[in-house]
């Protein structure tokens, strides 16, 4: 087979027939081996991830000698839609405004550990923690962040594209860990609110950082000025439907850091 095939062939099949391949993105910090779908082509990773024509070809290179151990194979020139920018990133004020509700999100994340540490299911307070938790992830992350994704950004990608696929597998990954939270608030079932609140927080922090770093900046890239500011006013629309309600849930964290800090002092 060509290598040109094989740069036509999912990532996914590419790994499972050659899984040194799975190694080999990885030390460009190409994580498909462990994503979800991994259903992108070879010849997609390299634009998506934004690597430098000369990382590209050293990286096709080690790939070619997997695939043809003993022969020299010819590595076909990838044509990509977008030149290759700078590594460091800077967004567009719309998608800037997406990366700053994720630290809203990775604020609650990072208390994950303490929400469960402290969890106590049978005081009317202790049970207020967690639906306000609860709350937080269904309304902030959810239906005002999440929505904004689904709703407006994914739509100018389209839902066929893998990576998006990928992104919304995550979504409805993330609301099925809340229903059975919900489900076992219920029954005052400490341990699996304890297991779908890990999980949350191990799902949701590869998501943001899958997006931060890999999905945005390459949206970002393709975006024209006007659709940037196309973006910008249909985020603002979203914006205003919830009105006072994203500052709450500011007030929220700072409130619930506060307290888990205030425990610290105690002890
Ligand atoms: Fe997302
Ligand atoms: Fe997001």
């Known amino acids: 087979m060509k290598m040109e095939e094989y740069l036509n062939k999912s990532i996914k099949e590419v790994i499972n027939q ?12 190409i994580g498909c081996a462990p994503c979800s779908v991994g259903s992108c082509l070879l010849k997609d990773i390299v634009e998506i991830h934004n690597l430098p024509p000369e990382e590209e070809q050293e990286l096709m290179a080690k790939i070619a ?14 044509k990509r839609k977008r030149e290759a920018r700078p590594k460091e990133i800077s967004y567009s004020p719309p998608i800037k405004k997406l990366v700053n509700e994720h630290v809203l999100i990775k604020r609650l994340v990072a208390m994950i ?26 309304s902030y992350a959810d239906k005002y962040h999440h929505a904004k994704e689904e709703e407006i950004l994914f739509k100018y ?11 919304l597998e995550d979504h409805d990954n993330a609301r099925a860990h809340v229903r059975t939270m919900l489900e076992a608030l219920d029954k005052k079932d400490k341990e699996a609110i304890s297991e779908h609140l890990n ?30 500011g196309e973006l910008f006013s249909k985020f603002n629309g979203k914006d205003e439907e919830f009105g006072d309600a994203p500052e ?20």
Do not use: C
Request: proline share 4%; net charge negative.
């Open 157 to 167: 990608f389209g839902e066929d594209l893998d990576i998006i696929k990928t992104m």
């Open 18 to 29: 050659f899984p040194e391949v799975g190694n080999i993105l990885n030390e460009y910090n």
């Open 65 to 78: 000698k997997v695939i043809y151990p003993d022969r020299e194979a010819k590595i076909p020139e990838i």
């Open 199 to 228: 999980a949350y927080q191990e799902l949701l922090t590869e998501h943001i950082k899958k997006e931060d770093e890999i999905l945005y900046p390459w949206m970002d890239r393709d975006f024209s000025i006007t659709q940037v």
């Open 248 to 267: 709450r849930y500011e007030e929220f964290i700072n409130k619930l850091e506060q307290k888990f800090k205030l425990k610290e002092a105690v002890k």
């Open 113 to 138: 550990p303490e929400l469960i540490d402290n969890l106590d299911v049978a005081s009317e307070e202790g049970r207020q923690v967690i639906i306000d938790s609860i709350d937080f992830i269904r």
